[in-house]
């Protein structure tokens, strides 16, 4: 099983600024690699997939990169509603896994 | 409006049985591959299972045996039934829609807010 891990565990950022948030496969993971936001209360939503490539209707201030084991989300300048828990999934291995998750908070 | 929304958590004995179920609108149901994920309290996401548009269903192997996934494209819903329940399987569990790539599996573009299951006596 790949194992994913996630870092920092919680990014505290001021409204404005860029957040970088990291995410790392156990072994290779080719750019089979998905970000979702959650928000208390709210169903998980698709940021990126295949790495690099934003889902329908996000802003263009999230970024995705990386391939292999080393992956970044970054948001250029964070917005008020951006802050939320971040997870990162691959999905070129069997099984499916998650990251455990970065917090983005308000500094 | 595209959708979907789970029901049928609650608390429920170690060794128990219950049934999620999961009713999806706003797009062709029976075009996509369904999943089911789940979170326990203050821990991350797992997968715990999928069934394809044919009906054939996947698990990992932590839950095999124990879960089992179906679905009605009439009703467009899916359901989980879990048996022989655990304190570990304690969580909110997501429905959500898969996308699969060629040369790996999936990644999910619609998700549920969740339904509770509570294991405990």
């Known amino acids: 099983e790949i194992v994913m891990t996630q870092s920092p565990a919680t990014l505290s950022v001021s409204p404005g600024e860029r957040a970088t948030l990291s995410c790392r496969a156990s072994?290779?993971?080719?750019?089979?690699l998905a970000w979702y936001q959650q928000k208390p209360g709210q169903a998980h939503r698709l940021i990126i997939s295949?790495?690099?490539t934003r889902a329908t209707g996000i802003a263009a201030r999230f970024s995705g990169s990386g391939s292999g084991t080393e992956f970044t989300l970054t948001i250029s300048s964070l917005q008020s509603e951006d802050f939320a828990f971040y997870y990162c999934?691959?999905?070129?291995?069997?099984?499916?896994?998650f990251g455990p998750g970065t917090k983005v908070e308000v500094k | 409006e595209v959708q979907l929304v789970e029901s049928g958590g609650g608390l429920a004995q170690p060794g128990g049985s219950l049934r999620l179920s999961c009713a999806a609108s706003?797009?062709?149901?029976?075009?996509?591959?369904m999943h089911w994920v789940r979170q326990p309290p203050g821990k991350g996401l797992e997968w715990v299972s999928a069934?394809?548009?044919?009906?054939?269903?996947y698990y990992p192997g932590s839950v095999k045996g124990r879960f089992t996934i179906s679905r009605d494209n009439a009703k467009t819903s899916l359901y989980l039934q879990v048996n022989s329940l655990r304190a570990a399987d304690t969580a909110v569990y997501y429905c959500?829609?898969?996308?699969?790539?060629?040369?790996?599996?999936?990644?999910?573009?619609?998700w549920g807010r969740g339904t509770l299951v509570t294991v405990s006596s």
């Open positions: 959500a829609r898969g996308r699969v790539v060629i040369g790996g599996n999936w990644y999910f573009d619609l």
């Open positions: 706003g797009f062709t149901f029976s075009s996509y591959d």
């Open positions: 069934i394809g548009t044919g009906g054939d269903p």
């Open positions: 072994q290779s993971v080719s750019s089979n």
């Open positions: 295949g790495a690099s």
């Open positions: 999934q691959q999905y070129n291995d069997w099984p499916i896994t």
